[in-house]
């Protein structure tokens, strides 16, 4: 079956700390995208990714960073320069045509 | 501030009832909007959407209406089920070049469909 697969579930981080998040998806999609969701808040952008070796700054950047080698990964680096990490992290894949994006099941960092 | 707003956070329906969840924008460039459904501790998953030359769309139990004068959409769910229970996001895409593949998310509206 296709899909996004994100890793780990729940993810434990100690201050000062870098933290990579995976995302890996099989569905051939060309663009990935990274948000942020808090606790009764909507989807945040972090960075997206239209094509291997290009990526671009979402509305929330700062503190994250991204790399995009293959066309089926889209690893999210959380920095120590993020001061407020602690939330549910998002990964998501389209067709370049930008059709309707598909979701994984998400990561939920939390700082030690 | 906010370019796509759900200002219900929560709802609540009998089953077999009709569900209406409401969203409003305020980018006139936005021409493409989205409806997710999210359970806890999961990704979100595509719903329904609508292009802005569209005015109503459906899809089963689902209906997705668009008024751009107002920059109002709906999304109307009939009957609504227990299974329904979730938090629905609202999401707008538009504008050209790199912008137009990003979504903006209003905040959710928890549906609850008491049985």
């Known amino acids: 079956d296709g899909g996004i697969t994100q890793s780990p579930k729940y993810l434990f981080r100690k201050e000062g700390q870098n933290v990579t998040l995976s995302c890996e998806q099989n569905?051939?999609?060309?663009?990935m995208y990274w948000y942020r969701q808090d606790p009764g808040q909507g989807l945040r952008l972090i960075y997206y990714?239209?094509?291997?070796?290009?990526?671009q700054k979402g509305d929330i950047a700062e503190g994250y960073s991204v790399s995009r080698e293959k066309k089926e990964s889209f690893p999210l680096t959380v920095t120590s320069a993020q001061k407020n990490p602690t939330a549910f992290y998002l990964c998501?894949?389209?067709?370049?045509?930008?059709?309707?994006?598909?979701f994984g099941d998400g990561t939920r960092l939390s700082i030690l | 501030d906010q370019q796509v707003k759900q200002n219900s956070p929560s709802l609540s329906v009998q089953e077999g009832r009709i569900s209406i969840l409401n969203c409003d924008y305020t980018?006139?460039?936005?021409?493409?909007f989205l409806w997710y459904k999210k359970y806890p501790a999961e990704g979100p998953t595509f719903l329904i959407s609508?292009?802005?030359?569209?005015d109503k769309n459906e899809d089963g139990r689902f209906t997705v209406f668009l008024n751009k004068s107002a920059k109002h959409l709906s999304l109307h769910i009939v009957p609504s089920q227990p299974g329904d229970s979730a938090v629905y996001f609202c999401?707008?895409?538009?504008?050209?070049?790199?912008?137009?593949?990003?979504?903006?998310f209003g905040k959710g509206t928890k549906l609850s469909v008491i049985p």
């Open positions: 998501a894949s389209s067709i370049f045509t930008g059709e309707p994006q598909h």
């Open positions: 569905l051939n999609h060309d663009a």
């Open positions: 990714s239209q094509i291997v070796n290009d990526f």
């Open positions: 980018n006139s460039m936005f021409d493409y």
């Open positions: 609508i292009s802005s030359i569209k």
């Open positions: 999401a707008a895409r538009g504008g050209v070049g790199a912008g137009s593949y990003q979504l903006t």
